[in-house]
C-alpha cells in the first residue's frame, strides 16, 4: 500500500474561552489546526492531525505547518505506508527538524493498519488498554483572583499541568501566589 496523495487543510477549533496570553497583548479564539489525508493506491485513507503551536512560533504556526506539508509531500508520494522509518528519513531530508509538520502523516499512516485490521490505533502503538490521555492547560495573566480560580478549574476540566503565564513584573508575584 504507498501513499498516492496527501491533502491537508486548515481546521480551526473553536476554544471554550478567549485564551488571552501575554498580559492581554493577544486574543486567541481559535487553535489553527491542519487535518491531513492520506490516500493510497489500494484505495485505503486515514486522517492526521497537526496542531500548530500559534501565531508567536513562525515556522509552527498554522500556515507555516501547512507550507511545510507542501514540502515533505513529495518525499512521502509512492512510499510504502507501513513503513514509517523510511517516510521519516525522506521526510527528514526534505525538511530537516519541524516535527510539528510530520506528526500527521506519522498518525495517519499508524491509523491506517487499524482501519484495516479492525484495531483500535491506541493498541497498534502497543498500550495494554486504552488509557485516558492528560491534557494541559494554561493559565493566563490576571488579577491573582482569575488566576486562582482559573487554576483551581482545571482539575475538573480534566488538565494536569497549569503553566501561569504571567504578563509583567507585577504579574510574577501574582503568579508565584498562584
Not at 493510497?40 to 512560533?57: F, I, P
Not at 508520494?77 to 527528514?92: A, C, F, M, N, Y
Request: proline share 10%.
Amino acid at each position: 500500500m504507498k501513499i498516492s496523495r496527501l491533502t491537508c487543510r486548515a481546521v480551526p477549533i473553536p476554544l471554550r474561552a478567549p485564551y488571552v496570553p501575554s498580559g492581554g497583548r493577544l486574543t486567541v479564539a481559535a487553535i489553527d489546526s491542519t487535518s491531513i489525508r492520506i490516500d493510497l493506491d489500494k484505495g485505503g485513507r486515514d486522517w492526521g492531525q497537526a496542531r500548530s503551536y500559534g501565531a508567536n512560533c513562525p515556522s509552527a504556526h498554522g500556515p507555516g505547518v501547512r507550507e511545510g506539508l507542501e514540502t515533505i509531500a513529495p518525499a512521502s508520494i509512492g512510499k510504502d505506508q507501513p513503513e514509517l522509518e523510511r517516510i521519516s528519513r525522506e521526510t527528514d531530508a526534505a525538511l530537516p527538524g519541524h516535527p510539528f509538520v510530520k506528526s500527521g502523516i506519522h498518525i495517519a499512516c499508524r491509523g491506517i493498519p487499524g482501519k484495516v485490521s479492525d484495531l483500535p490505533l491506541w493498541w497498534l502503538v502497543g498500550r495494554k488498554a486504552a488509557e485516558r490521555a492528560h491534557m494541559n492547560g494554561n493559565v493566563p495573566s490576571r488579577d491573582l483572583g482569575g488566576m486562582v480560580a482559573q487554576t483551581g478549574s482545571c482539575p475538573a476540566r480534566g488538565t494536569r499541568t497549569r503553566p501561569v503565564e504571567p504578563g509583567d513584573p507585577a504579574a510574577v508575584c501574582q503568579a508565584k501566589a498562584v
